[in-house]
């Protein structure tokens, strides 16, 4: 099964896999909350996963990271 993340997206992931949370990531990428909120939303979609830790390991699991981050 593939999977495709939008760059947003896998920028969001990586930040999530550093441990910052949705109002950290707004102010780092200097978006707003609830856009933040939208891109986790599809993200935990497209991953059928529930919250930022099953996330961030099933992306690693698939090899969806980059492989410097891996």
């Given at each position: 099964?593939?999977?495709?993340?939008?760059?947003?997206?896998?920028?969001?992931?990586d930040?999530?896999?550093?441990?910052?949370?949705?109002?950290?990531?707004?102010?780092?990428?200097?978006?707003?909350?609830?856009?933040?909120?939208?891109?986790?939303?599809?993200?935990?979609?497209?991953?059928?996963?529930?919250?930022?830790?099953?996330?961030?390991?099933?992306?690693?699991?698939?090899?969806?990271?980059?492989?410097d981050?891996?």
């Amino acid at each position: 099964m593939k999977i495709e993340l939008s760059q947003r997206e896998l920028e969001i992931l990586d930040l999530l896999s550093q441990g910052f949370v949705k109002k950290q990531i707004a102010k780092q990428l200097d978006i707003g909350y609830s856009t933040v909120d939208t891109h986790v939303g599809h993200i935990y979609e497209k991953l059928q996963v529930k919250n930022a830790p099953a996330a961030v390991g099933k992306a690693f699991r698939m090899g969806i990271f980059p492989k410097d981050k891996q």
